[in-house]
C-alpha cells in the first residue's frame, strides 16, 4: 500500500508535473521550500534530464529531497557528506532492485532524446502508464529512508 506522500507524489504526476517534480513538490515542503520553488527548481530534471534519457528524474528529485534532509552545508562537515551519499546509495540500491535500472531510456523503453522515439513513446502512453510506479517506488523509497 503506498504511503500518504507516495499518493501525493503520483498526484501530481497525474496533474501534469513532471517526475522530478512530483517527488520535489512533495517534500521540500518539510524543509521550508514553497511549492512554486519546488517545481522551478526540479523542472529540467524530469524525463531522464529534460529527455536526454539520463537518470530517471523521480530517482534525481529524491537524491535532491536526500540532500535537503542530510546535506553538507558548512566546509568540513564530512559526516553530513557521507551520511548523504549512503542514504543517497541505499536509494539507488533499492530503486533499481525494484525497477531493475535508474537511467530513464532503459526504464521506459524509448530513447526521449530521440524524436521518432519520443513520438512512439506518446503514442504509446509509456509516460502515463510506467512513470507513476516510478514515481511511487521514489516516495516509498524516501519515506523508508528519511528521519522524517
Given at each position: 500500500m503506498a504511503s500518504q506522500r507516495a499518493?501525493?507524489?503520483?498526484a501530481?504526476?497525474?496533474g501534469g508535473f513532471s517526475c522530478s517534480q512530483a517527488i520535489c513538490t512533495t517534500y521540500f515542503q518539510a524543509f521550508g521550500i514553497d511549492r512554486v520553488t519546488a517545481r522551478k527548481v526540479s523542472c529540467g530534471f524530469g524525463a531522464g534530464i529534460a529527455r536526454s534519457?539520463?537518470?530517471c528524474g523521480a530517482v534525481s528529485g529524491a537524491i535532491m529531497v536526500i540532500g535537503l534532509a542530510y546535506g553538507m552545508a558548512r566546509s568540513g562537515d564530512v559526516a553530513s557528506k557521507e551520511k548523504t551519499y549512503r542514504a543517497v546509495n541505499d536509494f539507488l540500491r533499492e530503486f533499481k532492485r525494484r525497477n531493475g535500472d535508474v537511467d530513464c531510456t532503459p526504464l521506459i523503453g524509448f530513447d526521449l532524446s530521440d524524436p521518432s522515439q519520443l513520438e512512439m513513446a506518446k503514442e504509446r502512453k509509456v509516460v502515463t502508464t510506467r512513470c507513476p510506479r516510478f514515481v511511487k517506488d521514489a516516495a516509498e523509497?524516501?519515506?523508508e529512508i528519511l528521519e522524517l
Open positions: 499518493a501525493e507524489a503520483v501530481a504526476f497525474n534519457g539520463n537518470i523509497i524516501l519515506d
